[in-house]
């Protein structure tokens, strides 16, 4: 059984930050993929950034050069710095991952429960 947890959610005024973090835990092989989505209310889950296993990275359009992602390969666990958050940055913030739980079973991919950002005008 694999879980993701995330942390770091929680209320800031816009121009501030937040550092979310999310762990890995349980039967875990490999990870190949890393990630961060976002859904605001009454909106779509869509994905804010992406960290491949050969370290490249991939971000939405509205957060680029303003949030960072990062990973910790020997911790199981992804970053998502988030610098000069505005208002419409306000979402739940979900964990995604692409996890080999075991070498006799192929990739599948999990989700963490949510950790809410809400950003003050």
């Known amino acids: 059984q694999v879980q993701l947890v995330e942390s770091g959610g929680g209320l800031v005024q816009a121009g501030g930050s937040l550092r979310l973090s999310c762990a890995a835990s349980?039967?875990?092989?490999?990870?190949?993929?890393m990630a961060w989505y976002r859904q605001a209310p009454g909106q779509q889950r869509d994905m804010v950034a992406v960290?491949?296993?050969?370290?490249?990275?991939n971000y939405a359009d509205s957060v680029k050069g303003r949030f960072t992602i990062s990973r910790d390969n020997a911790e199981n666990t992804v970053y998502l710095q988030m610098n000069s958050l505005k208002a419409e940055d306000t979402a739940v913030y979900y964990c995604?991952?692409?996890?080999?739980?075991?070498?006799?079973?192929?990739?599948?991919?999990?989700w963490g429960k949510g950790t809410l950002v809400t950003v003050s005008s």
């Open positions: 995604n991952a692409a996890i080999v739980p075991s070498r006799f079973l192929n990739v599948m991919e999990y």
């Open positions: 960290f491949a296993r050969d370290g490249t990275t």
């Open positions: 349980g039967s875990i092989f490999r990870i190949n993929v």
